[in-house]
């Protein structure tokens, strides 16, 4: 994974896969986040635009019930 310093646009929530803009960007991850579609706010289940086309790609991408 791309450790990036710098604070992407937005974030990617897995739960619904919507764009995130309000999260809080720490040392190259993803510190605090905050769904607003869903109400998603575990900021471990949040991705940048990068990651998550890589995790879309990956074998990772099994959600059950898919
Ligand atoms: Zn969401």
Redesign the pocket.
Known sequence: MVVKLSSPDYLI??????P?YVFEWKEGRVAEAI??????DEAETFLTEEDYDAYAYSDAWKYPGR
Not at 13 to 18: A, G, K, L, Q
């Open positions: 929530c897995c739960d619904c896969e919507s995130c769904c607003e579609a869903c109400g998603n």
